[in-house]
């Protein structure tokens, strides 16, 4: 929390992108998190990603549940759309908000305690009607807004602050998203933003669920040493195994991105991600072997980063229930209620 | 890039952007902290300190300040630093018995100083409290040099002069007026004073042999003809006046015409606008009072017709600019029809009253050898300061040669050698006073620079006396104050405290910092969040940090030392800290943080 605004004046050289916006414009009211939260740091990669794409803040709707992190939508694109529901019930109102209006671009952004607790059965049925929106879970192995009580991401055998052991068993988002049958999975850290940018903006051009993890430690409750949860431990046991380049629609794609270890996998709307892997073993678009992979190197300790799976046939929740392109709110009336004649004609299809 | 030594004071004395650029190295923002609380006599001490003359530099400093300023770089203007320092100078209390003031028991050492311009009177401030008998000798009847005689009093009214000249006086300085030393020599070897200081100044105008020039009594050299107005020799004026030069005493030149009684003053210029000396608001005031300047003419001759000057014929030119260098090719001649003309090409040194072979080295331009830091000459016991040292400047740079003349002056007495220059110190203090708060106006303020009220147009015409800048209401101090940025509130990092978390980056409003992989500075400053490209600003580097061994890297460019960086950092590895500068004067010295440890 401070006290001043953030003030509007901004570097000589600041950019404008393909929109005419610059970078602050896609800012919105300063942060009241912690001083060195990591969901802030996420905050200026969305800022980042959202700029760099050149989106019209108007075209975005931020959604999101209660904690910290479901605050954070607040902090950026102050021109946007947004829904901060109940606690753990943001994947329901987006799906609502996804069927009545397919052109909407969605952003949600929910916690471990929102997602994996008190939403988890939200959280899945969501993934698994792929509903097109990009995922963030701010992952800090706590509840940060109601002092840091042990989340269900918390590993087994992590501290709390005062030193209490977690005995039960962690919930992993990615392993989850897999076997859901989620389109889109990547885990990174909110130290990371030269990951991070990117793995938006690739969700962001995913049709379908993007689900991204993201190590965001909690620096008041959950930035200690038996934390597994921490910026040291986190920057210790990161390994990137697939590192994702982002290439928007207008771009070629070069003979040097393709070469090497470089995947390619075209999105939905004529973009490109561009996979590095850095594990020769790894093929991130393969569920099972991700899924194997992931476990195997999680026994010891490794935290996998990076893009770690995306389906290139993704249909979403709009594609297979033929849901229009318009909002339902732009459909003319007949349209969107045919009448009693019709409805006596669809009755009669089931008599 | 190494890890950058904040330890040397120098470091955060350049950030202090206006503070470096002072040739006395005021402490700008403190003051304008001390006007923003009503303190105004606190403000003119603070100032009085280095610069001596804040009533008189708060009219008319060439305020080298002011292009430096950070905000020029922020939003287009500087802080009106110049005229926030008339504000203390002209709200302050009786200061009388604040300021220093000469021992009762002197020291026994006699210094002699030649000219009671602002180089000598400095020289006197400084050592008068340290118990010298300083003697100066005046060529004129009263004291003040340039700064009274050619300054016109519609800039810098005489109560002003007298005021802060008397505080010096006062002290018990001999003024001996009327008394032109005729020989350096003589003074020198009279054996009366153990040291000389020559503060004469750059006393003669240029000249401009042309045709006709001795042929009419209509042509005056600038700075000999301002100072008949100001003695009362001259009292009227030619209707129509061209002004040879486009310098500063140009422009006082053209604006005294106006007020006796010209009705067609033009100002002419060999080259384009941006090669004019005159400063901006210079040639601005002198625009308002729809003077007249002409550029790219080359004077060719006077026209004299039967003893009356008539006008003045000119080569004109056409210009262009090509790869940053003026073009100018020949278009012409015209005359210029005028009835006075006055030269102001410039002003020349003139030592006729010093002897050439009294083992007082001369260079090739005829002006004397002086050490650039101890402004000794090769007579060992003579120094030298202002304008007479190496050329015209101007009064705040005069001042700086007098604080440094008098530590060699000291030194010299004292029989320490006069190299031995005593080193700059700082101090360096936390500004948190709670979480979010801050012991400085920390929120950036949008306001635009405050505009000066002149008095109306025709009123000020009607005497030679009317100061035309009415100082700034308390409405606009009140504003401008905002508009500092607190550049001496430094950003202060601890390498050891940072983990990384990137807050302080994301909250910067204008992109200083960057967490980067180590490298050159070249290199670096192309990496950064915002590229760093004005050189003139410094990065800041940390050591390795502990978690990555990446550095954490600031471009002092555009801070606005807002304290958002300090306040979202969770552990405080930066903090807002109050540098001070500790300067040296003569019998003043400080020890170096690094010597009693931090
Ligand atoms: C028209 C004009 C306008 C200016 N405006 C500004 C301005 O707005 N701001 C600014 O900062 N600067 C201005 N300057 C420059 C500034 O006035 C000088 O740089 C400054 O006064 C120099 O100070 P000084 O101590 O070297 O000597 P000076 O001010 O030149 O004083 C020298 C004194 O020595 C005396 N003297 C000389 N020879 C002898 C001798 N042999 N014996 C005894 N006495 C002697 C002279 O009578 C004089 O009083 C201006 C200059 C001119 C000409
Ligand atoms: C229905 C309901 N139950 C409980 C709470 C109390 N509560 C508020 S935030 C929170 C946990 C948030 O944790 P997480 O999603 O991890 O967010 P963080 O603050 O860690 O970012 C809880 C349990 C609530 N607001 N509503
Ligand atoms: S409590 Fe933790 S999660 Fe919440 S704002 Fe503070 S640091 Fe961030
Ligand atoms: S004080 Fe800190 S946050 Fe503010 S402009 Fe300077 S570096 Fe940026
Ligand atoms: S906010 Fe503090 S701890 Fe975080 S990166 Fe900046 S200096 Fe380091
Ligand atoms: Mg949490």
Redesign the pocket.
Known sequence: MTYIAKPKVHHPSLQRNAIGLTRRDYEGAITTLCAGCGHDSITAAIIQAFWELSVPPHTVAKLSGIGCSSKTPAYFLREAHGFNAVHGRMPAIATGAGAANAGLMMIGVSGDGDSLSIGLGQLSHAIRRNVDILYLLENNGVYGLTKGQFSASADPGSTSKKGEVNTMEAIDGVLLALTLGATFVARSFSGDKAQLVPLIQAGLAHKGFAFIDIISPCVTFNDHEGSTKSYAYTREHQVEVVQADFIAPREAITSEQDAGTVKSVMLHDGSWVTLHKVADSYDPTDRDRAYAYIRERQKVNEVLTGLLYIASDSKDMAEQHELPDQPLAGLPFEQLCPGSAELEKLQARFR | MPRTDVGNPDYYHKVVDCQWACPAHTNVPEYIRLIAQGRFSDAYLVNRESNVFPGILGR???RPCEPACRRTRVDGKPVAICRLKRVAADHKDDIRDRLPTAPKTRNGKKIAL???????LTVANDLMPLGYACTI????PRP????RV??PAF?LPEEVLDEEIGYIAGMGVEMRYD???TSLRALVESKEYDAVFV?????KGKELELPGRRDTDQIFI??EW?ESIHFGHIDTVGQRVLIIGVG??AM?CCRSAKRLGATDVKVIARKTRKYFKASPWELEDAEEEHVQILENHSPVRFVVENGTLTGMEFDTFTAREEGGRLIQEPAGRTIVPCDTVILAIG?ENAFP?IERDMGLEFDKWNMPVVDKVTHMSTRPGVFF????AFG???????VAHGHQAAISLHHYCQGIPVTERPPDAMTLTSTKMGLHEWAYSNNYSPAARQKMTHVSMPHRFSKMTIEVEQGFTADQTKEEVERCLNCDVETHFTDPLCIECDACIDICPVDCLTIARPGDEADLRQRLTAPAENLDQALFVSGPLKQTGRVMVKDENVCLHCGLCAERCPTYAWDMRKFVLQQPYAGVTFIPLEAVGR
Do not use: H, Y
């Open positions: 008319t400093c060439d030649v000219g009671a311009g602002p180089s000598s000798f005046e060529k004129g003040g040099g340039l700064m050619n300054i800039r008394t032109p030393v503060g004469s100044g750059a006393p600038g700075i301002l500063n005493t006082d002003q009253w300061g202002g304008d007479a015209p400047a101007n009064i705040i740079w005069a």
